[in-house]
Structure formats: structure tokens, C-alpha cells
């Protein structure tokens, strides 16, 4: 198994004996022998996932002692050891030049503003993320900037129990329905919009929406509905506009893109949520022998993303890292000083839509 799959193996596990109550609070953690031969894992991975599980407030580790489940996991106050010099910033492990620039701009301003900050790079399932939200004012910081990846009913429910506790929390990237809280995102619908719109001016009238069949985030709604803004302005009856459901699972996107393309009708631009599914979707087209025919555009946020490799000519806006994670720290810091202050929603523009060089 991959080393990080065995990572996250060994934190699943642990996490679980700590919420379903097997390790009370102050309970001693397995050493990392007792878990290598438990879980027949290696001690590297070991030693790595209590570290993460350390950064997330669940355990104490103790020079010559041990680890220890942490004395305030699941009570409903705030942990007593409170560190108001010190927030919090949870993302997934996005390598995109975008998430590099994100996090920078935004350590940058707390350090600025005196502040200690920890970043921690999420693999949560939906069930993991919520545990997580439900503990997040017990971990001994002051506040949270969290990249939600599960839009479900009960990461609703623990962001909005943290707002309510006037715990300091902003949502990055992307909104959770129905939470009242802060948040800082790229304006999507307007990047949706921006791409429609420059493929429609390039005279495409055959278009294909790639978003994730398994994503339901507010970031592709948006998008998607922009992109459908552009056209509906278009007015243009012969415009015919699909959403293209993908799966990175086996082999579902190469044989939905093949599909599409066996048609008579075939689309003649594929407007991608992002240049991960970019990458897909090039990737497929180049295996069909359709790069250098001059007949498919592409249209995309370039996020910088490595797997990209620009095969076929695309159209793209860039969204502003660095604004994005300013705003996080501003919008983190006025939730801190004045915790019953009513959200804000701060939408930060992106790069016009322009074909890559």
C-alpha cells in the first residue's frame, strides 16, 4: 500500500477508537511498536500519523511518556488551554501553484499580525471531516480557516454549532448551504461565466461542461451556472450546452469523453471546472488522436496544477492566490477580536479569460 494510504490507514484508526469512546480522554495511545505490530504497519507511517493526529487536537504526545488522548476530546466547551496566539488552516493537499500562494499570503498576515499559524493537509472522508469540525474550538487554538471538501448535512451542523459557540471560523474556496458564517472564495460564478463566454466569442456552438461526478462543492455549482448565464445571454438557439459527469474511478471519464466524441454532434470545446479535470480530458482527447486537428478548444481555471500539460489550445482565467489568503487573514482576524460580528462573504475576482500562450 502507498505510504500516505497507510498514513491515513493508521490515523483512520486511531481516531476512531477515540471518538467511539474505546480511548477515554487521558487514555494512553499504543507506542508506535504496539501499533507497528498491531496494524502491521511500518514505524515511519506510524510515527507520522500521530503527529497529524497531535496537530489535530485529538492527542498529547509527551517526550519519554507517550501519547495520550487529549483531556477535552468530547466536551462541549472550549478547550481550557486555549492559545489565542496561535489559528489554525485546514486544506486538502492540493498541489496547485494556486493552494502554494493561498497559504503563503495568508501566513504572511498573521505572522504579521503577530500570530502563530499551523497548517494541516486534510485526506478526510466525510464522516473524518466532521469529527474534525465537531472538535475544532477544543484544540487549543483561536481560530480556523477550513477548505471544506463534504458538502453533507452534518458538516453543516458542526460549522454552524462552531458559529454559534462564537468559535472564529472562515470557510475558504467554497460555502457549506445554509451555514452563516464567513467566507472568502474566487468569484465562480463569474469564472464560469468568463469562459463561456470567450469559447462562445471563439465560435463554438457545441460545448461540453466537465465537472465531478462525485464533488458536490459550491465552487463547481457556481461555475456551472455562470458558464449557463453566458449562454442564456448568448441568445443563440443553435448553442448546445452539456454537463459531462467524470470519475476519476477506473476508466468512467475515458469512456464518457470517447462516447461524446464518437458522436456526429460532437462538442467542439470542453469547458473544464478546473485543469486537474483539464488534464483528464487532453489526456483522453490526445488518446483519440484529436490534438493538432485544430477541430477542440479547451477552457479552464488554471490553478497551475502539474498534471496539465497544455495539448491542445485553451482558453483560461487564474484565480488570485494571494488575495484569496489575505482576505482569509483579515476576515480570521476581525472574527477574533469581535466573535459576534454577523458573517461576511468576501468574493475575490479573478484573471480575464485569455488564451494561453
Not at 55 to 62: A, K, Q, Y
Request: hydrophobic share 40%; charged share 25%.
Amino acid at each position: 500500500m502507498d505510504k500516505q494510504l497507510l498514513r491515513e490507514s493508521i490515523k483512520r484508526e486511531l481516531r476512531q477508537r477515540i471518538l467511539s469512546g474505546e480511548l477515554q480522554p487521558g487514555a494512553r495511545i499504543p507506542s508506535e511498536l504496539e501499533l507497528v505490530r498491531q496494524l502491521g504497519v511500518g514505524r515511519s507511517q506510524t510515527r507520522a500519523a500521530l503527529v497529524d493526529l497531535e496537530e489535530e487536537g485529538l492527542i498529547i504526545r509527551r517526550q519519554g511518556s507517550g501519547s495520550f488522548v487529549a483531556p477535552d476530546v468530547g466536551k462541549d466547551q472550549p478547550n481550557p488551554g486555549l492559545r489565542y496566539d496561535t489559528v489554525k488552516v485546514v486544506i486538502p493537499e492540493y498541489r496547485s501553484q494556486y493552494v502554494r500562494d493561498l497559504i503563503e499570503a495568508f501566513m504572511s498576515e498573521m505572522f504579521a499580525a503577530g500570530m502563530k499559524v499551523t497548517a494541516f493537509h486534510s485526506h478526510f472522508d466525510a464522516a473524518e471531516e466532521t469529527a474534525y469540525l465537531s472538535l475544532a474550538d477544543r484544540m487549543g487554538v483561536a481560530g480556523l480557516v477550513v477548505w471544506p471538501v463534504h458538502n453533507t448535512e452534518p458538516a453543516r451542523r458542526a460549522i454552524s454549532r462552531l458559529f454559534r459557540h462564537r468559535f472564529p471560523v472562515v470557510l475558504i474556496d467554497r460555502d457549506l448551504p445554509g451555514c452563516d458564517v464567513d467566507v472568502v472564495r474566487s468569484d465562480h460564478r463569474a469564472i464560469g461565466d468568463a469562459l463561456a463566454t470567450e469559447l462562445l466569442t471563439r465560435g463554438h456552438r457545441r460545448i461540453a461542461i466537465g465537472v465531478s461526478a462525485t464533488d458536490t462543492a459550491s465552487s463547481i455549482r457556481e461555475r456551472v451556472q455562470g458558464a449557463m448565464d453566458a449562454v442564456q445571454r448568448a441568445g443563440d438557439g443553435a448553442v448546445a450546452v452539456e454537463t459531462l459527469p467524470l470519475s476519476e474511478a477506473g476508466t468512467d471519464h475515458a469512456d464518457q469523453i470517447a462516447r461524446v466524441m464518437a458522436r456526429r454532434e460532437r462538442p467542439t470545446a470542453f469547458l473544464c471546472i478546473n485543469d486537474d479535470m483539464a488534464a483528464w480530458v487532453e489526456h483522453e482527447l490526445d488518446l483519440l488522436g484529436w490534438r493538432g486537428s485544430g477541430e477542440i478548444e479547451l477552457a479552464c481555471v488554471r490553478d497551475g496544477s502539474p498534471e496539465f500539460r497544455g495539448l491542445f489550445p485553451t482558453v483560461a482565467v487564474q484565480q488570485d492566490g494571494r488575495a484569496v489568503g489575505l482576505a482569509c487573514a483579515q476576515m480570521l482576524a476581525a472574527r477574533i477580536a469581535d466573535p459576534g460580528r454577523p458573517p461576511s462573504e468576501r468574493l475575490i475576482p479573478c484573471s480575464p479569460a485569455a488564451l494561453l500562450a
